[in-house]
């Protein structure tokens, strides 16, 4: 009985939660996918340069 508990305490406070409106999502959806494209963009670069450096030192 305890998870019949459980889920009904999960539910109620699911019930409080704020969700973000439909603006607010896409903002942060914006965000998140800029964000992770600029961050794949910056690697990509680190990774080309420490690559080309490694190869003048053992070619």
Request: glycine share 4%; hydrophobic share 55%.
């Amino acid at each position: 009985m305890k998870a019949v508990s459980f889920l009904k305490n999960v539910s109620r406070e699911m019930k409080k939660v704020s969700w973000p409106g439909k603006q607010e999502l896409y903002r942060y959806t914006v965000t998140v996918v800029v964000t992770v494209v600029l961050i794949a963009l910056f690697f990509t670069v680190v990774d080309f340069g420490i690559s080309q450096i490694l190869n003048l030192f053992f070619d």
